[in-house]
């Protein structure tokens, strides 16, 4: 059956081959970015979260099926805080209402695998708090504080986004409304977003290191859409509040047994 998906981050990498991948389903896909996109909105403020809603809301007739929450950055800055965290919750909470007259709504964000990583304490405690002001300000300390801390951002905003998940999925506003919520936590993809990262053979190995895969290795943004469109299809009634480690092999290196 046809169903109608919101992607965020359509434009480019993950975002854009969920979206083709769901269109050549026949789905119908209301795609969102800062640019190209039928919802062109910026998530890191405010009024482009409210634009969201509101565009989502005249181009569906007020009702969707699903949502992939997955437009993010990568880069040591405040504005990954805006993006990553705060505009990924504003596209899950704000679009929430549209789900509930779908006979079978899902919604799933894409967190990563540096989730895993050590988190900078003060930024994590402002992002579980809600505080965008605090976490933009510790963002920006974070930034100014030279690569290495400003390195800290990233893996922070996806643990705060896991924790929010699996905060919020068992909840009456999702599970109570029958809306299947997760996340994806995908290893190293080849995208625009790492393609600085991994350009040389020499690039490969030092992430590697840092992220061992494997299984497979460094992968295609498709096999990450496959997993997206999984999880807000239909099939999946019953999996709640997961983070799907899609990532070649890093969490069970990593993390080990301590999961158990
Ligand atoms: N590529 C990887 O290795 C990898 C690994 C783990 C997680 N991720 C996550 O996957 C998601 C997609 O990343 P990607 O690799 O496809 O990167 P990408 O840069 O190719 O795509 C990200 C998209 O998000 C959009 N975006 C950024 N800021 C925005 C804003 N303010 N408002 C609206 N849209 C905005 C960009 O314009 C872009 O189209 C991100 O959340 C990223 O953190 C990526």
């Known amino acids: 059956m046809s169903r109608t998906y919101v992607v965020t981050g359509a434009a480019s990498g993950i975002g854009k081959a969920t979206r083709e991948l769901l269109l050549e389903r026949g ?5 969102v970015d800062i640019r190209d996109a039928d919802v062109t909105v910026d998530l890191s403020t405010a009024e482009g979260r409210a ?19 997955n437009a993010g950055l990568a ?16 596209t899950l909470e704000g679009l929430r209402p549209l789900l509930v007259s779908s006979p079978a709504p899902r919604a799933v964000a894409t967190a990563s695998m540096a989730s895993l990583f050590p ?18 300000a510790r963002g920006a300390e974070l930034e100014a504080g030279g690569p290495q801390l400003g ?3 990233y893996g922070t905003t996806k643990r705060a986004l896991a924790l929010w998940i699996r905060r919020h999925a068992a909840t009456a506003d ?6 299947p919520l997760n996340g994806v936590a995908p290893g190293v993809v080849e995208t625009p977003m790492t393609a600085d990262l991994i350009a040389t053979p020499e690039q490969r190995e030092q992430i590697t290191t840092m992220v061992p895969m494997p299984l497979n290795g460094i992968f295609e943004p ?5 997993l997206l469109a999984w999880l807000t299809s239909e099939e999946n009634a019953h999996l709640c509040g997961q983070i799907v480690f899609i990532d070649g092999g890093s969490d069970v290196i990593i993390r080990g047994d301590s999961t158990w």
């Open 222 to 226: 498709r096999s990450v859409a496959y």
């Open 119 to 136: 988190p900078d304490d003060a930024l994590l405690t402002a992002l579980l708090a809600g505080d965008e002001k605090a976490a933009l």
């Open 27 to 31: 789905h119908t896909v209301i795609g």
């Open 174 to 179: 999702w599970a109570g409304a029958s809306i």
């Open 51 to 69: 634009a969201l809603v509101e565009k989502v809301t005249a181009l569906s007739g007020g009702r969707i099926d699903a949502v992939i929450a």
């Open 151 to 153: 390195s800290l951002i």
């Open 75 to 90: 880069t040591p800055s405040a504005i990954t805080v805006a993006v990553n965290y705060f505009g990924t919750v504003a």
